[in-house]
């Protein structure tokens, strides 16, 4: 089975070897066939603590690294405007 791959932007990089990861999908809803904004934040690892507020990164599912990290940043998309 494929592993999951999404794209999302930095939120927080304070933990070690971890980021935070904000994922926004867009979809029509049901009833009110108006497209709807939803986010949801990931714990993702970073082994080398590269990635800051602000990145856009690709993460992808991997297995259980602690409680919360099941996914892994694999790319960088665009580094944040200073």
Known sequence: MPKRTLYGVVVSDKQDKTVVVQVERRFTHPT?????????????????????????????????????KRWEVIELYKRASQ
Do not use: C, F, Q
């Not at 993702?44 to 690294?65: F, Q, S, T, W």
């Open 32 to 68: 009110m066939k108006k497209t709807v904004r939803r986010s949801k934040k990931y714990h993702a690892h970073d082994e080398k603590n590269e990635y800051k507020v602000g990145d856009a990164v690709y993460i992808e599912e991997r297995k259980p690294l602690s409680k919360l």
